[in-house]
């Protein structure tokens, strides 16, 4: 039973037939795969960080923890453009459309130019 020869019959498998699919060819796509995934990346995380601050607000975090305070100013800075497009007189509602405008938007356009940039 030692005898590990394939029978006549039988075809081996070349392994440099297909090459290495973990290796990248030049022109093949790669950095406009990566470029993507970076875009899509990016604009994710500027919606967690403002999908987490409209959850923290609605929860009534403590605004005097510095991690409330550090998602409150990233959520600020990010959705800049659109604070006090909504008016409401109930503060959790505005709150919600203001910062959730902005996730939405990242996420669509982010989504959208990052496949655009991975058919190049």
């Known amino acids: ?3 590990t020869e394939p029978l006549p019959d ?3 498998y070349d392994f440099n037939q297909g090459g290495d699919p973990r290796r990248s060819r030049d022109g093949d796509g790669s950095a ?3 470029a993507a995934l970076v875009i899509h ?3 994710d995380i500027a919606a967690v960080f403002l999908g987490l601050w409209i ?3 609605l929860l009534e975090a403590n605004r005097s923890n510095i991690f409330v305070e550090f998602v409150e100013g990233m959520a600020d800075w990010l959705a800049w453009w659109s604070q006090d ?3 409401m007189d109930t503060d959790g509602l505005r709150v919600l459309l ?3 405008l902005p996730a939405v938007i990242y996420l669509l356009v982010g989504h959208g130019v990052s496949s655009r940039v ?3």
Do not use: E, H, K, V
């Open 85 to 87: 497009i909504f008016t």
């Open 98 to 100: 203001n910062y959730g």
């Open 55 to 57: 959850l923290l607000y």
């Open 10 to 12: 039988q075809r081996q």
């Open 1 to 3: 039973m030692s005898n």
């Open 41 to 43: 990346t990016i604009a």
């Open 32 to 34: 406009a795969r990566r």
């Open 118 to 120: 991975r058919r190049l």
